[in-house]
């Protein structure tokens, strides 16, 4: 609108709606000034004042402004310095019948700047008929109009001129809903009026009628050129929010609606020449000499000496009482602006409380988010902990397959060449029996028969038999000292491939075990300290907001209260000098001093009701600890693993080495024995040899004593074969103890698989079980925790880490069954 003014325009805002619902502080508001500001609370005319000053800025203007007033049909000028100056209305005549009107005895103010302009509405607005009533207590009980006329310079030879009327109309009222009575109803009745014919005209211009009622009320003959003219209007419709107004609302929205279907034909203004205008101004110049002239033609005052004293005394009092008035009004002035200081401290705080507020706010979703994030990596964490005691409980298991069926081949393996091989000692012993049954019928022959013949045929056939004997059992022996070490290379690959084996597996589990409960101890530290810092910085602020909400809400009452005080002081003090106005001011000021304190304890409440809802996360506290109990159980449970596997691979070693220690004890025992068995079997041919070749060297010599040595000889070759007896049976005794040691062996190697079975695949297996314990009743805290708190989000599934996914989708899942007994030394206590 005041662009358009400044362009030409005649423009027009007027408010309408009923009584109560804010149509003067709509167009007035707060027109006092803070530190030479504009109010926030300002309504339209002073913010359109500040506007156009602003505007106006470096361009040649003149800037003239009027306030009247239409009470009861009566037109009065609130800007005259007289008492009630009646105004009469006449029709422009230089602009036609239908031209704007023209108000004699109207008083034109000019101003320079926006708070002149904003002082004459103040002055007006303290002349204007105001009561109260029961809907209001300061209801207007007149139609006001303050126009702003405009004269810009925009050549050498023309000026453009622009006029805005800034019209609040008085509300309409139910006269029994007001409880107006006496002179208040006859007010309302001219009110409801006045407002009646304006909306027959905006009627009968909707309706694009004939004739158009302007003459059956001032207030539309003001209106005239607003509504249906060459005017620019704009119309404000206040409505009441309450359900006992909603017949009011709605007839003033069909009111408005109505209006709004009005065709105006806005012109700008024709600019007035220089010349016309510097006439006019001549004229009014000369008008105003013979005033001077008649005035000063008189020569005194024509009054009474009595009179003229009575009239001096009553200026000096009214001078003394203008005086005490300007010194309070001062004094009021110094305190308002001492208040208007602390109430804008007290926003200040406010502001600082709420954006600290907003900051504890903020600070409880991040703590949330780390929550949610913790919970997850935490469901993570035991998703991985089960399938990693899967895996090693599935490898414990294969290794343990692996090692029995080893045992049980080398076992099959060893029984069936021990068998072979006493089956071989059999038959060379069945020999041995057979060759000497043949040696004694042999002597037995030649001592019936050819006794020297025959001594040298079977001399030499002792000689083939010795020497066939030596070589078989030559033979014999080697092979069993070679089979017996093959057997001890066998058994000693054997075991150095299976603990090989099971130093692998030991060592792959061990790091597997090790990674796995690093990563949660790490996991869990990490929760551990976010959380710390977080309830730290909560406990920070929520101490300070705590204690700026009790200072804030402490200065507030205080100031509340002094401010109370002095009002009321004030208002007995002067309530007689300032009267209507003042009280209307008072009243204004406790109402904004007691909505602010109402907004501020309302935000003290809401900031205390969230310092509660937060204390309520010392639950974060039990998070804590039980995040802390867990991590120390899983150290302890990673510790005990730790120290048991290492105790059963020391007692594994030192089983195998002595395992090995006796299977090489055990052959270098059997192949001394056997090394003994071929020196003195040797040593026995070698005899037997000498002792033929020297029986036949002697046979000529000794003939006669053949018998005798032949019966010798014969009782040599048997203890011979005696000795080789015996000594095969020694031979089958060590193999079949050899075996039994094997075995027992064999049955001790598998105890400690055994023993490591139950020594850790069932305690990964309770430990996996303990794990799943553990986050049931924690992932529900969190929920539960997240659900409570105020502005908290669902925890995210897929928040878990990409190295989390990874891992666990390249580890094989196994099922393992797992015992429900608890080891006791896994046994913790369940959250």
Known sequence: MVDELLCGYNCTVFAYGQTGTGKTYTMFGKMTEELGLLSDDAGIIPRTLYTLFDKLKGRDSTVKCSFIELYNEALCDLLSDEGDTKLQLFENERNGANGSLLVKGMRESYVDSPSAGVRLLEMGSRKRQVAATRCNDLSSRSHTIF????????????????????????GSENIQRSGA??????EAGQINKSLLTLGRVINALVDKSSHVPYRESKLTRLLQDSLGGQTKTCIIATVSPCQSSQEETVSTLDYAFR?????????????????????????????????????????????????HEEMLKEIESRRIVNEEQKQCIEALESGLQHRTGELLAVT?????LDLDNKEAHLKLRQMNDALNKAHNIWGGSIAEVSDI??????????????????????????????????????????????????????????????????????????KQISKTGRATVSEALNELSHAITRISEGLEGELLKCNDQFEMAYGAFDQDVQSTFQTIVKHVEEQNVEISELRHRLQNANSR?????????????????????????????????????????????????????????SDISSSGILMESLTTHSRIDECIARQKQLAKELADSSSYLKVRMWQDKERLGKRHFSARQ???????????????????????????ARELEKTQSQNKQLSDAYLGHLNTLETTIKQSYSTVKDQLGMVLENSGQFQKDMARHSDAMEQPIEALEKEICEPLSHLRTNIQSYSIP????LEQDACDRPGATQSNQEGTSHWEHDNLAKQPRVEIASDDSENPRLKRRRL
């Open 147 to 170: 126009t702003i006329n405009v004269l810009t310079r925009t050549s050498e030879q023309s000026i453009t001129s622009g006029k805005l009327n800034l019209v609040d109309l008085a």
């Open 181 to 186: 009575e006496n002179k208040r109803a006859v």
């Open 259 to 307: 209006a709004k279907n009005i065709h105006n034909r806005p012109q700008i203004n024709t600019p007035v020449p220089k010349d016309t205008l510097l006439s006019e101004l001549a004229l009014e110049i000369e008008n105003l000499k013979r005033n001077l002239r008649a005035t000063r033609d008189r020569n005194g005052v024509y009054m009474t000496s009595d009179t």
């Open 348 to 352: 200040r705080q406010l502001r600082d």
């Open 389 to 462: 005691t899967e895996k090693v409980g599935a490898r414990m298991k294969d290794f343990q397959a692996h090692q029995t069926r080893l045992l049980r081949d080398f076992s099959a393996n060893l029984g069936r060449f021990l068998e072979n091989e006493m089956t071989a000692a059999q038959r060379n012993q069945t020999l041995l029996y057979d060759t000497l049954r043949a040696v004694e019928g042999a002597g037995e022959d030649s001592k019936t028969q050819l006794l020297k013949g025959e001594t040298e045929e079977a001399f030499h056939q002792l």
């Open 545 to 601: 907001m705590i204690e700026m909400n009790h200072k804030t809400s402490l200065d507030v009452a205080r100031l509340l209260e002094e401010e109370r005080a002095n009002a009321e002081v004030e208002r007995n003090n002067f309530l007689s000098q300032i009267g209507a106005i003042y009280d209307l001011s008072s009243q204004q000021r406790w109402d904004r001093l007691q909505e602010n304190y109402n907004i501020i304890c």
């Open 662 to 688: 006796a299977a090489v004890s055990a052959k270098k025992d059997l192949q001394q024995s056997v090394d003994n068995h071929k020196e003195t079997l040797h040593e026995q041919l070698e005899l037997w």
């Open 778 to 781: 924690t992932g529900a805290s």
